[in-house]
Structure formats: C-alpha cells, structure tokens
Nanobody, 118 residues
Framework: QVQLVESGGGLVEVGGSLRLSCAPS????????MGWYRQAPGKQRALVAT???????TYADSVKGRFTISRDNAKNTVYLQMNSLKPEDTAVYYC????????????WGKGTLVTVSS
C-alpha cells in the first residue's frame, strides 16, 4: 500500500485560511483519484473534495466556494486550500488515494487536525 503524508493542519480563527498538502511516499498508478475527507468528533468520515489525475473535481456542498483542491501530477501531490473557515470545519482531515485499475490500492493518510476557533 502507498503511504500518504499529510501536512498543514493547525489552529486558525474563524474566517482564516489553511493549506493542506498530501504526498505519497512511493509511486502511484494512474489513472487515479486523490482527495480529502474529514471526520468531526462524533461523526462519520465524509467527503470534502476529490480530484482525478485527469483533472475532474468534486466538492462537498458545504465547502463549495470556500475550499479549492488542486494537484501537481509531476509530484503526485494534492493540496487543499481552505478559506473562510468556520467552526464546523473543525475535524481531522484525511488524504486518500485510489487507483482506478487496481481496486485494492486504496490508501489513507494518518490525518491532520484542523481546529477553527470562534
């Protein structure tokens, strides 16, 4: 399995911004989907945003217009720019990689905590 290394979480005030990064420790296969999910206390893990290696992007309704996902295919790195943060964005954010041609290759990062204080 590919190991994913996340960075960029932290504490921020309401209305602030953070940028998360996720890079695999080894090679990955294309085509693929990489993305971000989050899990708030007492809730299930939920989709935030995904981007395919072909450039197709999906966002959760709750983050549209505030978050931007992007990727650098040369580095196999995916980013999540989070603006206008709200207290309800507080969660552990997990990076995910999923190969289209090898269904067993579905990897998760260890997560990075984002806390939005009011």
């Amino acid at each position: 399995q590919v190991q994913l290394v996340e960075s960029g979480g932290g504490l921020v005030e309401v209305g602030g911004s953070l940028r998360l990064s996720c890079a695999p420790s080894g090679s990955i296969f294309s085509p693929n989907t990489m993305g971000w999910y989050r899990q708030a206390p007492g809730k299930q893990r939920a989709l935030v945003a995904t981007v395919t290696s072909l450039g197709s992007i999906t966002y959760a309704d709750s983050v549209k217009g505030r978050f931007t996902i992007s990727r650098d295919n040369a580095k196999n790195t995916v980013y999540l720019q989070m603006n206008s943060l709200k207290p309800e964005d507080t969660a552990v954010y997990y990076c995910n990689y999923r190969s289209w041609n090898y269904p067993g290759m579905d990897s998760w990062g260890k997560g990075t905590l984002v806390t939005v204080s009011s």
